[in-house]
């Protein structure tokens, strides 16, 4: 967990290190985001980690400059996922802060054997309960998942484009929680 958090510490550090120097190029050639996002609406990418599971691809559409909507298909060890959030930037430029929420279904159609074995770990650790563990080998996994996000994207006007973001997934069923975190790349065309 430590190691997770010196390295989401560490892409903040580098998005807005290079996000910033960008912004101020962008300002003086007069490269506005707000026409970047109307003119390429639809990104498609990868994301480690968050509602995806351990890795996923993911569909970003432009809504507008402020708001877009993402949907997501991951998998991890012997379960698959897929969910949709919406998010809305704070600021609407190449560098932005963003907000968002989310829902994912995490899910397995056999049973798994050794439910240690799933991975990342503690989150299954933290989201499910004994009687959940012993019907999770039985009948397979089911989580519903509803998150809250915050999160940093930078854009580049060649279209390619980088965030990281810290979700706080919950199980909708009894509302235990736990932090996880993504990093995701995609390219707007």
Known sequence: MKKSLIVLIGCFVWLTHFGVAHAAEAQQNEIPISDFKVDHRIGAGLMIGGSSGVMGLIADININPFFST???LGTGYAYY????KFQYYLLGTILSPFIGVGYAHWRSFRGINEI???YP???FSALLNDEQ???TVKDGLALHLAYPSIGLQYIHESGFGVSTEIVYLFDVTDFKGVPYFSVQTFYYF
């Open 70 to 72: 993402t949907v997501s």
């Open 116 to 118: 240690g074995a799933l």
């Open 81 to 84: 996922a897929a969910g949709a």
């Open 133 to 135: 563990k012993k019907s």
């Open 121 to 123: 770990n503690f989150i």
